[in-house]
Each structure stands twice: as C-alpha cells, then as structure tokens.
C-alpha cells in the first residue's frame, strides 16, 4: 500500500485466496479497508497474465476485443479492461476473471494492470541508458519481458510459464529475436526470483550480465517493505507513477 502524500509505501499484505472463491476475496478487501480505509478510494492493480499493448495511433474501444483475440483466447469468466500509459503513449488491454469483479463493485477506480505501471517505470528510470537492454519479471504461472533500445520500448509481452526452464527458454528466445547478445548486454530481472534459485541460476549460467532491478529511489519505505529484497515486488514498487 502507497501512501500518495507521503510518498511513501507504508504497508504489505499477504493473502491467501483458495481456488478463486469469491467470498474468500471479499474477506480479503475487507481485511485491507479495515486496516487501511482509504485503500478504496485509491487505485487498485492487479497481476494480469493476458495483456497486449497497442500504439495508441490503432487503438479504437470498438476493436480493441478483436485485437486482443488475435494474441489471446478470452475463456468463459473473463472480462477485458484497457488502461492508458502515459511515457509509451499506447493503451494496455488485459484480461481478468471474474472473481475480481467482485473487488471491483467496492473500489472506486477501475483496475490498472501492473505490468502497465512496470512499463511506464521502466522507460522513465532508463530513458538516459543507450545501448540495448531486457528486463524480465516472474510472476505467478507467468513472466513478462519488456526490451530497451536507446531509451526507447521495442519489444513487450507476456508469456505462461511452468518452471525455471521456460522462462530460460522464453528469455533467451527474445534475446534472439530482437539481437542481444547475453554475454556483452545487460539483463535485469526481478519478481518471483531470489538469487541462488533454480530460474535466477539457470539465466546467470547463460547470462554474463544479470542483474536484480532496484527499488525506485524517488519513493520512500517503511517497515517491513524495507525487509524484502528489492526486486521482489520491483513492479508494485513502480505503481506510484500511474498516480
């Protein structure tokens, strides 16, 4: 949880929703607002492992199913949302199932896609840095891959992963696509990776420069967000900036 005025992140909450149950999620929103009551009012972003990114120039609301389906299969139960970004000046798509509509009936914004907020981080923080550059983050049963040049986004999309070996395999599938060269360009992960384990051992036996991302140094941290490694919530950290 951000606080907007301080600008500071002051809380982290951790719960367990079993098998999509509705009710469990609304014990969750409930859990959170008694805590933090003004958690409702501000924006709310979720983990969204169907996105697609289109340039706003071909972004339209009346084709945007259609180029969503192009990319994705929409599974019965699941609802699109589009959300705007605003330092690559193109809109997100994104799916979520159902058993957040229940979450978003209490909310007062409509949901932001964390990869959105990832995004928006990444091409403020390496706007400056020449040269060509990947940025990977594990989530749950999915990673996102976001690649750099010159400051610029040139590629980006996610991709459904099983374990430590597919996300080698997509990694360096888009290294090889886009022309990095895994032993003279930089690569940054972060997310649901910790150094030593089987996903972060496997990209350093192939990757000479592999690096964790930071937390943005413009916020500030209270206890206990200062306790986690820094690259494991990298992408909640990089939310303040849809503010």
């Not at 589009?82 to 994104?94: G, H, Q, S």
Request: charge should be negative; glycine fraction near 4%; aromatic fraction near 14%.
């Amino acid at each position: 949880i951000f606080d907007p005025l301080k600008q500071r992140f002051v809380a982290l909450y951790a719960l367990t929703v079993e098998n999509g149950n509705p009710e469990k999620y609304s014990s969750a929103i409930e859990t959170i607002s008694e805590a933090e009551p003004k958690t409702l009012k501000h924006n709310w972003f979720i983990s969204a492992a169907k996105t697609l990114l289109v340039p706003n120039a071909l972004y339209d609301d009346k084709n945007a199913r259609e180029l969503f389906e192009n990319q994705h299969r929409i599974e019965p139960g699941e609802n699109l949302s589009a959300y705007p970004l605003k330092m690559t000046e193109a809109m997100m798509i994104f799916a979520y199932k159902d058993q957040w509509a229940v979450i978003q009936k209490v909310i007062t914004n409509a949901f932001i896609p964390i990869d959105a907020a990832w995004l928006d981080n990444l091409c403020l923080n390496y706007k400056a840095q020449e040269g060509i550059h990947l940025h990977v983050n594990l989530s749950d049963g999915y990673i996102s891959i976001a690649v750099f040049k010159d400051g610029s986004l040139r590629f980006y999309n996610t991709f459904e992963t099983a374990n430590a070996e597919e996300v080698l395999y997509f990694v360096m599938f888009v290294g090889e696509q886009i022309g990095i060269n895994p032993q003279k360009d930089p690569y940054y992960y972060s997310g649901f990776i910790y150094k030593g384990d089987q996903a972060q051992s496997l990209l350093a036996k192939y990757i000479k420069l592999l690096k964790p991302e930071e937390r943005p140094d413009n916020y500030s941290y209270s206890m206990p967000v200062l306790d986690i490694p820094a690259s494991l919530f990298y992408n909640a950290f990089c939310t303040p900036i849809c503010a």
